[in-house]
C-alpha cells in the first residue's frame, strides 16, 4: 500500500500536521506500507523525513496546470492522485489530509483496499437532504442532470474526502471518471467549494464499495485548534530534545490520543457573537519594541 499526501503553502502548521500523520503510519511501517509520498512546494520542511518517505516537490507550472482550464484549486488533489496511481499502479493507494492520524489497524485497512474496498472518510449524506447553504445550493444546480455519464439522483452520497483510499483495480478508471466529474461541474459553473469531494464521492461509489474510514483513521477538521497545539508541542519538545524520528515514534506510544475531540460543531451564531465582541472590545495599550 502506498500513502499520499498534498502539502501546499509556508503554514508550519500544516506541515507539523503532516508530520504527525506521517509517524502515525510509520508506527505500523510493518503492516504492508510500501512507500509514503508527499507531493509539496516546501520540500524543505520533509528533510527530517527523508529517509522514510519520497519527496515531489510540486512547482507552480504544475500546480496550474493541475488546477485543469476552469482554474479550480483543489482539482489538484485528483491531480495528485492520478500522479500516485501512476507512478504505482499496481498497489493500492490511500490518500490523507494532513489533519488526520492512524489508530486502528493498518493491516486491516490494507487488506480491505486489497479486496477492492475504496474508502473516504465518512458518509455526510445524501447531498440532496444536506443543509448548508452551499449544498442546498449544489443540489439545485446538478439535480436531474448527468455529470461524468453519472446521472445525479437523489441517493447520492458526500462523502468526506480528508481520506481517500483507491484500490490498485480499476483505480486509473476511477480517478479518470472523478477528473471528468469535476471538469464537467466546473463547465457548469456549479458552485466550486465541495466539487472535488463530490467528485470523487461519486466516482468511487460508481467504481467500487465504498465504505467509511473512520473506524480506522481520526480527521480533526473541526477540532484543529486543539490538536495543532499539542501537536506543536510534541515536535517543540522533539526539536529541544534532537529526537530522532524512531526516537518520536517510540515518543507517539504516549501520546494520548483519547484526550482530545476529533470532532466538535460549533454553531454560526457563536462564531458571529465571537467576531462581534472581538470587534467591540480589541485589545488597548498594544506596544511594541520601540
Known sequence: ???????????????????????????????????????????DFYLHLAQHITVHTLDAHTLQEWQGEYRFFWRAKIKAL???????????????????FLHGSLAKL????????????????????LTSKTERRMWQQVKDRSFGGVAMHEQLLM??????GIPASKNLEAVGLALRI???????????????QFALS????????????????????????????????????????KRTVEAELAAMSTFDYQNLPI?????????????????????QQVNYIE
Open 159 to 164: 462523502w468526506n474526502a480528508g481520506v481517500v
Open 202 to 241: 461519486v466516482a468511487l461509489a460508481e467504481t467500487y464499495t465504498l465504505r467509511a474510514a473512520r473506524a480506522h483513521l481520526g480527521h480533526y477538521w473541526s477540532t484543529k485548534d486543539d490538536w495543532n497545539a499539542s501537536i506543536s508541542a510534541f515536535f517543540l519538545e522533539s526539536h529541544l530534545k
Open 1 to 43: 500500500m502506498q500513502l499520499l499526501f498534498l502539502v501546499f503553502g509556508n503554514n508550519l502548521q500544516n506541515h507539523f500536521q503532516a508530520h504527525f500523520s506521517i509517524l502515525s503510519f510509520l508506527r505500523q511501517k510493518n503492516s504492508g506500507l510500501a512507500g509514503i509520498t508527499v507531493v509539496t512546494d516546501a520540500p
Open 263 to 283: 470532532k466538535q460543531k460549533v454553531r454560526n451564531t457563536q462564531r458571529r457573537l465571537e467576531n462581534l465582541v472581538q470587534r467591540l472590545f480589541p485589545p
Open 82 to 100: 492520478e500522479y500516485a496511481v501512476r507512478q504505482h499502479p499496481e498497489a493500492p493507494l490511500l490518500y490523507l489530509d494532513t489533519d488526520t
Open 110 to 129: 490494507r487488506q480491505e483496499l486489497s479486496d477492492g474496498v475504496a474508502f473516504m472518510h465518512e458518509a455526510e449524506g445524501p447531498l440532496a437532504s
Open 182 to 196: 469535476c471538469d464537467e461541474l466546473c463547465e457548469q459553473q456549479v458552485t466550486p467549494r465541495l466539487i472535488e
